[in-house]
Structures are given as structure tokens and as C-alpha cells.
């Protein structure tokens, strides 16, 4: 079958022939149908977040048709449409045992520590393929496996209650799924804060109030919309110091601010002005729960989460356009999402 495939780490990704894998015990050959292409995924071919070891395919948003299964497979038939959760984990350590399945210390990612979704087939634990409604279409679901499952589970770490005002920063993926998910679950007025005019203007189409940080500060403009207030719940998915730095100062009394995105750079807190004298938290995300993966497919199927106005490019299983998607995210594009299609018919 063909792949695309991680050999050097800086190198673009190179299409490769390899053999279809074979489902073991437990295990589902799912036939690819689409595949999308992920931030993350520039950064594992960059070298900025390690992997598995070379070589390697990578594509963690995966979703596509059982082929074949494996031996004591029940839960699912030949045929199903199914969107992949990317961990695969043991099953019966500290952390599955309490549905907190990131951390299990024998979880392993696909696409990043075995193979991935660019590619014609993948072969993953059955409980890993979730079925996905007929009224989803198969891009869409494999988008919602990383960038819809993080923003809800950060929706969820910060404990968003009905009519809480949201501060989204960084309207890219994530935030486009957080948006329409803050909405979902009753938030009041949500904001989103970005410098990229395109993605300003789909957040709001999506129904955000948009804040565009190369004209103002972002600050300033948030604490007019709330009266001085500041907001109840601000996640940061971009992962620079500083808009964590600003989701911490623009919190109200009892805010939590979430930080998504991923930096090694430190922020300055004043914890007196910041924390203490309003209660406020501040709230690591990592990963999602299992758990999410089946409400957002429902979501999906009712429309009321909608990744039209999200996929912004489908491409076929090529190394080149792979990478030109590739190092359009790495640049910081404006363009929304690019998903590797397989076959237009099935998705
Ligand atoms: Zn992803
Ligand atoms: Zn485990």
C-alpha cells in the first residue's frame, strides 16, 4: 500500500510502498478514507515534539471503513464507518482505570509513536474505531478526533457553566471547534482573539465577537466588552507565553484559564493581582477523554458542530501536497485546515 512516511527528522515526507498490516488479537484493518493534516504534524516532522522511531507514517486524525477484523473483534462489522481515537493504551494501569487515558505510561499515539493515517490502511485495537453516524461525513470526523476532542476536554477542565463569557485565543483548528462547542454547551458571549483577518471572519460566522490583536489590545477590548469584568473561562491554544500571559490577566472573579497550546517559553504571573485577589486557576490540557469522542460525532450528526466552514482543502494521498500543507502550518498560514481524502465517495 502506499504511505507517507517520516525518514529523516527536517526531511519532507516521502511516499513509500509497504505491506498492508495484518490485525492481531482485538484488533481492526481499517481502510483510510480520510486523514487530516494536523499543526502537530509539522511539528513531528521538524523535530519539535520526539517520535517514534524512523520510519514512521504520520496522520493522527484518521477515520475510514473496517476492512478486515481481528480475532474476538464483535463490537464492530466489516464495512463500518469508524473515526479513530489516537491513543492507544494499555487498558489496565492507574490512569486507564480512571478514564484519564493520556497518561497511561504505555499509551502510544499514532502517528507519532507508531504508524499513522497517511496511508491506505491502518490497523488499530477495535475499541480505538468509533463509529461514526451516517449523517458525518468521514473528513469531518476525522478532524473532531484531535482538534474538536482537545477543545472540548479544555471546555470541560475549565468547567465552563451555563452563560460563562469565553475568551478563545487563536482561531486556527482548535479554536474554530471551541467556538461552536463553548456555544453547544450554553456559554454566553464568546470572543475570539487572533491577527489573521480570514480566520477572524469565519470565528464570526461561528458566532464569536472577533478581536483582531494587530489593530488593538486584546485586553483593553475584552475587559469593554465585559464591563470591566473580564471573562469566566479563557483558553490559550496558540502556545506563545504571551497570549497565555494575557488569558491570565483577563480573567473575572473565579476564572480559570486553560492553556492549550504547547511552549517551553515561561510567563510572568503576579499572583496577588492575578490569582489570589480573584480566586482565579490556571489549568494544564492535555489530550482529551475517550469518553468526549462519541458526544461530538452526535454533535456533528445534528449539525449543531459543523466543519464546512473548517476544511478549507482536500488533497489526495501525495507526498507533495502533503507537504505543501505541511509547510503552509509551519509558516503560520491563514489557510483553515487541509484533509488527505482517499476516495471522494466515502467520506
Ligand atoms: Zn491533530
Ligand atoms: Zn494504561
Redesign the pocket.
Known amino acids: 500500500m502506499q504511505a507517507l512516511r517520516l525518514l529523516e527528522i527536517g526531511q519532507p515526507l516521502a511516499a513509500a510502498e509497504t505491506a498492508v498490516p495484518t490485525p492481531g488479537d482485538g484488533e481492526v484493518l481499517v481502510h483510510i478514507a480520510a486523514a487530516g493534516i494536523c499543526h502537530s504534524d509539522a511539528h513531528y516532522r521538524r523535530g519539535d515534539s520526539p517520535t517514534g522511531s524512523l520510519p514512521l507514517t504520520l496522520g493522527h486524525e484518521v477515520a475510514g471503513r473496517v476492512a478486515e477484523l481481528g480475532k474476538g473483534v464483535t463490537s464492530l462489522e466489516p464495512g463500518a464507518r469508524v473515526a479513530l481515537d489516537y491513543l492507544v493504551?494499555?487498558?489496565?494501569?492507574?490512569?486507564?482505570?480512571r478514564g484519564a487515558?493520556q497518561f497511561?505510561?504505555?499509551?502510544k499515539m499514532i502517528g507519532k509513536h507508531r504508524d499513522g493515517g497517511f496511508a491506505e490502511f491502518i490497523v488499530v485495537p477495535a475499541e480505538n474505531a468509533i463509529a461514526v453516524p451516517d449523517a458525518v461525513p468521514l473528513d469531518a470526523a476525522a478532524l473532531m478526533m484531535c482538534s474538536s476532542s482537545t477543545s472540548l476536554h479544555a471546555l470541560e477542565r475549565a468547567r465552563l457553566a451555563q452563560g460563562e463569557s469565553v475568551a478563545v485565543f487563536g482561531a486556527g483548528g482548535l479554536g474554530m471547534s471551541a467556538i461552536q462547542l463553548a456555544r453547544i454547551l450554553g456559554a454566553g458571549p464568546v470572543f475570539a482573539i487572533d491577527i489573521d483577518a480570514e480566520r477572524l471572519q469565519t470565528a464570526e460566522q461561528l458566532g464569536a465577537v472577533p478581536i483582531d490583536a494587530t489593530r488593538c489590545d486584546p485586553l483593553d477590548v475584552l475587559m469593554h466588552h465585559t464591563d470591566s469584568r473580564g471573562v469566566d473561562v479563557a483558553l490559550e491554544l496558540i502556545g506563545l507565553a504571551h497570549t497565555m500571559q494575557q488569558a491570565v490577566q483577563v480573567l473575572a472573579v473565579h476564572g480559570r484559564a486553560a492553556l492549550v497550546g504547547i511552549t517551553p517559553a515561561a510567563f510572568p504571573v503576579r499572583p496577588y493581582d492575578e490569582l489570589l485577589n480573584k480566586e482565579a486557576e490556571i489549568l494544564g490540557v492535555s489530550d482529551h477523554l475517550a469518553s468526549d469522542l462519541p458526544r461530538l460525532l452526535d454533535w456533528a450528526a445534528t449539525g449543531e458542530l459543523d466543519f464546512s466552514p473548517v476544511i478549507r482543502q482536500r488533497i489526495p494521498l501525495v507526498a507533495d501536497a502533503a507537504n505543501a500543507a505541511l509547510d503552509r502550518l509551519q509558516s503560520h498560514g491563514s489557510g483553515l485546515r487541509t484533509v488527505i481524502v482517499q476516495d471522494t465517495e466515502e467520506v
Open positions: 493504551t494499555c487498558g489496565s494501569c492507574e490512569f486507564c482505570a487515558r497511561c505510561p504505555q499509551g
